[in-house]
């Protein structure tokens, strides 16, 4: 069974937080394929230079 773990930072305000869906997947490319709907991993820079907040998501094994 496979799950997803994403790890969202906030690097101005120091937000972070990791948390586990409550889902499982039979196989890893179910996994994966669920992992890149709900932001399988992006960065946000306002100015083009400078990271404000990034998010990324990683298929473990549960």
Do not use: L
Request: hydrophobic share 40%.
């Amino acid at each position: 069974m496979f799950a997803i773990r994403q790890t969202y930072i906030h690097h101005v305000t120091g937000e972070n937080w990791i948390r586990v869906t409550k889902r499982r997947w039979k196989t890893e490319r179910g996994a994966r394929k669920a992992a890149g709907s709900i932001a399988y991993s992006w960065v946000h820079m306002p100015d083009g230079k400078t990271r404000v907040a990034e998010s990324s998501a990683e298929v473990i094994e549960a």
